[in-house]
């Protein structure tokens, strides 16, 4: 399993940011994904899932409204799409199968600030 995210990046409060992960080591089409994220000095947390053909989307209560999850089977590849970011949504963000694998990416650093 190799998870390879990219896309993060420093930016403004209200601003947006699109993340992209690359999926290769599976049959990425079988298997419902998500976003994960994790703050300095806290725990790993789930951000969002899309199931495997891509048609039900579950969302934390945190980034509902604001992020769009997405996936593309042909690329083996899944999207989010941040809006509205706020500072708090400040992290690095990881891909994974939902459930996870017990293998993760190197995550993409998201930085939301002024």
């Known amino acids: 399993v190799q998870l390879v995210e990219s896309g993060g990046g420093l930016v403004q409060p209200g601003g947006s940011l699109r993340l992209s992960c690359a999926a290769s080591?599976?049959?990425?089409?079988?298997?419902?994904m998500s976003w994960y994220r994790q703050a300095p000095g806290k725990e790993r947390e789930f951000v969002t899932r899309i199931l495997s053909f891509g048609g039900t989307t579950n969302y934390a209560d945190s980034v509902k409204g604001r992020f769009t999850i997405s996936r593309d089977n042909a690329k083996r590849t899944v999207y989010l799409q941040m809006s509205a970011l706020k500072p708090e949504d400040t992290a690095v963000y990881y891909c994974n199968s939902a459930p996870p694998f017990s293998s993760w990416g190197q995550g993409t650093q998201v930085t939301v600030s002024s």
């Open positions: 080591g599976f049959t990425f089409s079988r298997y419902a």
